[in-house]
């Protein structure tokens, strides 16, 4: 199984700033095939359910501000959140697509001070 | 709009059974693999069970194998989730989720509850 290893567990910023959240995988998540990375981010505010932030490790969901960028390759991955609005409190994971067992990372809460 | 909608989660006993379903509309549900994926109280996301647009082949976690079934009818626009023999790990709400090139969209989830 692809063990999937995010950090921070927290983190608390004030509006404007900018957060890293970190994913790592224990194999490598790169097609080689299609060179795509199948690493996706999503964001779960309190009592919704997750919403697709980035797939294929950098691509954005349709309609998701561009102040959210994915990054990496292989098997270490992140999540940029620029210029923090008090909108993006939420959780955040990572899910590794590219083998069964899908697996998530344990999940980054962002808090705005 | 893509939409998901689960229904059938309750309170349940240890050991019995219960059905979980989920309508889908706003996209051709036959052309899609779909999945289910659950969330304790409090607690991090999990897969569940994952199906082929055609429903031939089925895909499960070690921690759900030969205890869940998950099917479909596509005439229905219907995805399923069979849970037998229950446990109180299995307490979560559980999401319905659209397989595309990733897990893309999410229904708005259904509570089970599995106590006595």
């Known amino acids: 199984d692809i063990v999937m290893t995010q950090s921070p567990f927290s983190l608390a910023v004030s509006e404007g700033e900018m957060v890293t959240i970190n994913c790592k995988s224990s194999?490598?998540?790169?097609?080689?095939?299609?060179?795509?990375?199948?690493l996706a981010w999503y964001q779960q505010k309190p009592g919704q359910s997750p919403k697709l932030l980035i797939y294929?490790?950098?691509t954005r969901q349709s309609g998701v501000p561009d102040r959210f960028i994915g990054s990496g390759s292989g098997t270490d991955f992140t999540l940029t959140i620029s210029d923090v609005q008090a909108e993006d409190l939420a959780d955040y994971y990572c899910l590794q697509h590219y083998s069964y067992p899908l697996t998530f990372g344990s999940g980054t809460k962002l808090e705005i001070k | 709009e893509v939409q998901l909608v689960e229904s059938g989660g309750g309170l349940v006993q240890p050991g019995r059974s219960l059905k979980l379903s989920c309508v889908a509309s706003g996209f051709t549900f036959k052309n899609y693999w779909m999945t289910w994926i659950r969330q304790a109280p409090g607690k991090g996301l999990e897969w569940v069970a994952s199906?082929?647009?055609?429903?031939?082949?089925?895909y499960y976690p070690d921690s759900v194998k030969g205890r869940f079934t998950i099917s479909r009818d596509n005439a229905k626009s219907t995805l399923y989730l069979q849970m037998n023999s229950l446990r109180s790990e299995d307490t979560a709400t559980y999401f319905c989720?659209?397989?595309?090139?990733?897990?893309?969209?999410w229904g708005q989830g259904v509570m089970v509850t599995v106590s006595s």
């Open positions: 194999q490598s998540l790169l097609s080689s095939g299609n060179q795509k990375n199948y």
């Open positions: 199906i082929t647009n055609t429903g031939g082949s089925t």
């Open positions: 294929y490790a950098s």
């Open positions: 989720t659209r397989d595309s090139a990733t897990v893309d969209y």
